[in-house]
């Protein structure tokens, strides 16, 4: 089978074609970071616009590219939620569009859903697998025990982890998309010689905060004492360490409840943009493998959304027999534990 995937629901507009023994054969990412860095950030009405101007230009080219043609194409699946409302708009009907002129099976696909089951198309992990999901717009831990059975254990109680650091790049005057920048600039400096704190780390629960971190950045920041004594690399560092301590406690905390209250597992999954992170990759490796568990990290290009793993939790849920209507209403909200609500 011949799986379309269409992903718009932020700033990246993206199509792929997939196979169903799992080949990627096609996988496009139009970058909107021209257009956003103007504005520090992404402007949701120039991401709509965008989508419009271009995704069926993306379309075509992959299939000219790979020879293609709509009549080997089994199944659409596009991104319904969550995400902005006008590129979920754009996606949802081009999708429903193509699916209803070549008569071909379509689905709506929760986006979190697509980061949850990506390294069952790049890695073949086995359910049940535990799940850290740390994006720009979300930070949550959830037990994974098939493609559309997940638990929600806890997460972030105000920024997500993506949208901190792009808040604590523009802080030191990086740019934009601020995560990457800022991985960059930390190898650079030398960690712990800001003195910054780890919100929750000691609490029992997997409850997480990363406003408190990106403020006592700020408050460093303007700290003339720290400004003068302390390079902008040394913050970032300093950062993006408190944020490994972070996570790689609350990893700990989250293997040992599932292994306690849930169910024996053996997988651990990172995935989102904010997974692409290579010294989080590092740090995470160490305490995952120390637990006795395997880690799967997504490779860093499909960390980022793209519509290979639209494709894929489509394929996952098609299996099950799932299907969408055609009158499917895009979602601004949908929380993955809320997932049943599909159709
Ligand atoms: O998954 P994603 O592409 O979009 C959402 O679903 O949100 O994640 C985007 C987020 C942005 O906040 C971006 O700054 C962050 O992931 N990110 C990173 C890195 N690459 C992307 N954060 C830290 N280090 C990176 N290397
Ligand atoms: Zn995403």
């Known amino acids: ?123 073949d992990t086995e359910f049940p697998f535990l799940l850290l999901l740390i994006s720009g717009g979300h930070t949550s831990f959830y037990f994974v025990s098939d493609s559309n059975k997940y638990k929600f254990l806890g997460g972030t109680l105000d920024d997500a982890l993506g949208e901190a650091f792009d808040k604590v790049a523009k802080l030191l005057n990086l740019g934009f998309p601020g995560g990457p920048l800022l991985e960059e600039l930390a190898k650079k400096g030398t960690e712990n010689l800001v003195d910054l704190p780890r919100p929750l780390i000691k609490k029992d629960t997997l409850d997480m905060s990363f406003s408190g971190l990106k403020t006592a950045v700020i408050n460093k920041t303007k700290d003339k004492f720290y400004r003068d004594k302390y390079s902008s690399a040394d913050i970032a560092a300093s950062f993006q360490e408190a944020v490994s301590d972070i996570l790689c406690s609350k990893i700990n905390k989250a293997i040992n409840f599932c292994d306690n209250s849930i169910s024996p597992f053996r997988n651990v999954v990172i995935s989102g943009g904010v997974a692409s992170n290579k010294y989080l990759r590092f740090k995470i490796n160490k305490i995952v493998e120390r637990n006795g568990k395997n880690i799967y990290f997504p490779p860093p290009n499909m960390c980022t959304d793209n519509g290979a793993m639209i494709a894929w939790a489509g394929y996952e849920l098609y299996k099950k027999g799932i299907r969408s209507k055609l009158n499917l209403k895009a979602r601004p909200r949908w929380p993955l534990e809320e997932i049943r609500s599909r159709k």
């Open 1 to 123: 089978m011949k799986i379309l995937g269409i992903e718009c629901s932020c700033d990246d507009t993206s199509i792929s074609i997939i196979d169903s023994s799992k080949t990627i054969i096609a996988n496009e990412v139009l970058s909107q970071n021209n257009i956003h860095k103007n504005f520090n950030g992404i402007v949701p009405e120039l991401a709509a616009r965008n989508h419009v101007l271009f995704i069926d230009k993306i379309l075509e080219k992959i299939l000219i590219e790979k020879k293609l043609d709509m009549k080997h194409i089994n199944l659409i699946s596009a991104t319904a939620g969550p995400g902005l409302i006008g590129g979920l708009l754009v996606g949802l009907t081009f999708a429903k569009t193509l699916a209803q002129f070549n008569n071909i099976p379509f689905i709506g696909v929760n986006h979190l859903e697509g980061h949850a089951l990506t390294t069952r198309l790049t890695d």
